[in-house]
């Protein structure tokens, strides 16, 4: 089993992950952290906080020479704008008055972590439910992603819809028709929807999403959005239908709703498989090639909690950021009167951000359930496993099912 842990606040002085788990040798390059850091920080309607933090991993511990030692793998991520709010969030005992902040904002966990956690002050609310978290789940995934190179997995994303504006040839229409080349690697799309400032693939779906931002930021208002995440080369039979918790759909939508502002996952078609017949629904089974697949991919990948070879498609809706600039209303705790509700530096938006963390997430999804079947203690161990289990797929099939077959 693999599993992360992150620590730190949203203007603390550093956020931390402890990765452990991950087989030895298994060549790390801190360039490819970096690079995922640096694209979670893109995107046309970012608030001031990312042209000052420009984040990169240190790793502290769990790599020697460029390879994991087995050990667990510690990173840590400085803040740059600590400096100014190393008196605000001292861990010391205060020496100063520090202003309590008390008005909530709807849509955060203001309220919520306060009444839970007996504060007096919204501030400790704010910094650890800030998505700046997810700075570091970026930094643990990226080790995930590596991992899964190594097996020809790939992993991908790009923004739906933003403000409810949607492409004209939308391009989850060809995932779902199983129509992409033999040899299509999910990591392609991130690469060219990364030359969009909102991670789209059509440039006049570009300009109308810009021109519906500019509209929010005038008004002091904010956008969410609809975004794809898919993932190419994954082996038939991760997952079970045997356990509620060990279905990888199931592990997959809690993964990405676990993001920061995330209020709906689907897999495959996802709600629109709701309003339609069956027999449009489902993907016809049929032997091409040598090896049993599907005419198409509307079930996402996955069917009965498994995987069925076929890239894995996931769709995620994220909500508009809370903090308004042009506030709503809301109560201050201090009086219990009415006001409006308090400002927080912030995105206008921030969904092409939530798609590049979507992927962190699939990534650390998939290389659990990896481990969890092919095992091993090193890399070398656990692709014999793979290419031994890979090798004989097919073979067990015919073997278990041809024989009763009659000639």
């Known amino acids: 089993m693999i599993r992360f842990l992150t620590a730190g606040e949203s203007h603390g002085k550093a956020l931390t992950t402890i990765v452990e788990g991950f087989p030895s ?25 990312m042209k000052i933090e420009s984040d990169t991993a240190d790793i502290l511990s769990g790599i020697r020479f460029g390879k994991t030692l087995g050990s667990p793998i510690s990173m840590l991520i400085r803040n740059k704008d600590w400096e100014n709010w190393a008196n605000k969030m001292r861990v010391e005992r205060k020496t100063t008055e520090i202003e309590k902040i008390t008005i909530p ?32 789940r970026v930094a643990a995934a990226s080790i995930a992603r590596i991992f899964l190179a190594q097996f020809g997995i ?7 819809s933003i403000g409810g504006i949607y492409p004209e040839n939308n391009f989850a229409d060809k995932l779902f028709s199983n129509s992409l080349p033999k040899n299509f690697e999910a990591r392609s799309l991130s690469v060219r929807a990364d ?8 440039a006049k779906h570009e300009t109308k999403i810009i021109e519906k931002i500019k509209i929010a930021k005038k008004k002091g208002d904010t956008l969410g959005g609809t975004f794809y995440i898919i993932a190419t080369g994954v082996p038939v039979g991760l997952g079970t239908f045997v356990h509620y918790d060990k279905k ?11 993001i920061n502002a995330v209020k709906a996952v689907s ?23 040598g090896i049993l697949t599907r005419k198409t991919n509307r079930s996402g990948g996955i069917e009965g909690g498994i995987s069925t070879g076929l890239p894995i498609i996931v769709r995620g809706a994220m909500k508009p950021i809370s903090t308004l ?20 530096r912030s995105d206008f938006v921030a969904v092409p951000a939530c798609a590049v963390i979507g992927e962190a997430m699939l990534a650390w999804t998939l290389a659990e359930f990896f481990i969890m079947k092919f095992g091993g203690d090193s890399v070398e161990e656990t692709k ?11 073979s067990r099939i015919k073997k278990n099912f041809i024989k009763y077959i009659s000639p």
Do not use: C, W
């Not at 360039?31 to 309607?45: A, E, F, P, S, V």
């Not at 042009?326 to 201050?332: G, K, M, R, T």
């Open 195 to 202: 030359k969009s400032n909102v991670r789209v693939l059509d």
């Open 25 to 49: 040798n298994l060549k790390i390059n801190i360039d490819d952290i970096n690079l995922q850091l640096k694209r979670r920080q893109l995107g046309y309607g970012r608030g001031l906080r």
């Open 248 to 258: 990888l759909d199931a592990e997959i939508a809690q993964s990405i709703i676990s």
């Open 105 to 136: 904002r709807p849509g955060h966990a203001d309220l919520v972590g306060i009444s839970k956690y007996n504060f007096d002050d919204i501030r400790n609310s704010i910094e650890r439910s800030s998505a700046r978290e997810t700075a570091a």
């Open 267 to 289: 897999i495959g078609t996802g709600f629109e498989s709701a309003e339609k017949f069956g027999s449009e629904s489902h993907d016809e089974i049929i032997f091409k090639n």
């Open 154 to 160: 790939s992993i991908g994303s790009f923004v739906e």
């Open 384 to 394: 014999d496993n793979f290419n031994n289990y890979s090798k004989k797929l097919y």
């Open 325 to 344: 600039m042009s506030p709503i209303e809301s109560v201050d705790l201090k009086t219990m009167k009415k006001v409006d509700a308090r400002r927080e």
